[in-house]
Structure formats: C-alpha cells, structure tokens
C-alpha cells in the first residue's frame, strides 16, 4: 500500500523480554518519528529521523529504548528489558519535510 | 513546558447537531496548532492546522482559529454526520519542527 506500515500489528511479550518494532514509510519520505500513546493519553514523541541519522531522541524514556534507520527508509524501534509500563500503542510517522505528517495504524505492546 | 488541554470527553451528538471541542495550549513562541482525527481502525490523520495567531484551518467543514490572546484553537462544525465519529486530537508544535505535543483526544460519536 501507499500509507505507512507498521508490524506486527499486536505484540504480547513478557516482562523482560526483548522487542522490534518496525515501521516502514511512504517511499521517497525522508523524515521519519516514532511516538508512544499510552491508554487515554495522546501521542508522545520518542524520536526523529532524518535520513539515516536520529534528529532528536530527547523523548526516549531510557537507555532500553533504541531506534534505528540503517537506509534512510525501514526504521526499527527496539526495547530491551521490557516492563509492565512499557504497554502502549507505538505510532510511526513519515513526511517529505516541511509536509505533514502520514501516521501508521500503530503496533499495540502488551508487556505481561 | 508546552502542553496542550482539550476537552475532556466522550461527546455524544445527534446527527446535524452543531461540534465544539475546546482546545487550550501553553506555549513558548508562537508554535503551529494542529487538530488531528483517528477513524476506527485507521492511522491518525492531519485535519486542519494553523500556522500563525488569527489564522483560521478549515477542511471537511471543521474550522479551529488560532487565538493567542487566550491561547485557544477550539474546532467546530455546524452540522456533524454519523461519519465523523472519531477521536479528535488538538497537538502544537514550536515552529516548524514537528515535534508535535498532542492533547488526551476527544471521542466523538454522532448518533442518526
């Protein structure tokens, strides 16, 4: 399809365990965010790319999180340790800079 | 901090009814306002944004006017239909970065 991508759709891992999240956005986009939206929250922003390089990773929670955008296109969001609180929905974005933003329909992370 | 607060929901309308959704933001500078919509199943969308105080965003009959005097950006629309069922999301960013701060969302269902 023409929109943003994001798989899997729903993930269910427990307390400890190591997840990827990927995001693959509209071709030729050149920006690329993650956010996080937890239940009843809005979105909250993780993380910023531009190319291959992280823009802005000030709203990374901590050291489990990491992202990366190894070609400029797929981008990986990886968590390691997860916790309970880590349970939210996590939104990709992709824009042609200054454009707007084009969301995915999100990857839902249950942490057992 | 920037922060954003909306009204809290869910709002439930009768289809033609007239929609307000207060929207209120707190801000360094004069950031961009946006109000975002997520339909059922779907990524969230960009609705209508406004870039600079007195501005008016319209699209699909929705208008919000960026007042800095109150530091508002309430949306409305005259006449709502069952389609518009929705969450609806007031976000800012500073400037041109789209580093977006979003508010909790509204849930809307309009009733025939």
């Known amino acids: 399809g023409a929109g943003v991508s994001q798989t899997p759709s729903n993930k269910v891992t427990e307390k400890g365990k190591y997840v990827e999240l990927r995001c693959d956005p509209i071709?030729?986009?050149?920006?690329l965010y993650w956010y996080r939206q937890s239940l009843g929250q809005g979105p909250e922003f993780l993380i910023y790319f531009q190319g291959t390089g992280a823009a802005d990773d000030s709203g990374l929670p901590n050291d489990r999180f990491f992202a990366v955008r190894p070609e400029g296109s797929v981008s990986t969001l990886k968590i390691q340790r997860t916790e309970r609180g880590d349970s939210a929905v996590y939104l990709c974005a992709s824009s042609d800079p200054p454009g707007e933003l084009f969301f995915g329909e999100g990857s839902r992370l249950t942490v057992l | 901090g920037n922060s954003v607060t909306q009204m809290e929901g869910p709002v439930t309308l009768s289809e033609e009814a007239f929609l307000t959704i207060n929207c209120t933001y707190t801000?360094?500078?004069?950031?961009?306002l946006f109000w975002y919509v997520q339909y059922p199943g779907e990524g969230l969308q960009l609705l209508l944004k406004a870039t600079k105080a007195d501005d008016k965003g319209s699209n699909k009959g929705f208008e919000a006017t960026y007042r800095k005097e109150t530091t508002s950006f309430h949306l409305e629309k005259g006449s709502v239909q069952v389609s518009d069922s929705a969450v609806y999301f007031c976000?800012?960013?500073?400037?041109?970065?789209?580093?977006?701060?979003f508010g909790k969302g509204t849930l809307l269902t309009v009733n025939p």
């Open positions: 976000a800012l960013s500073p400037g041109s970065n789209y580093k977006l701060t």
């Open positions: 801000a360094t500078g004069y950031p961009s």
């Open positions: 071709s030729g986009h050149t920006a």
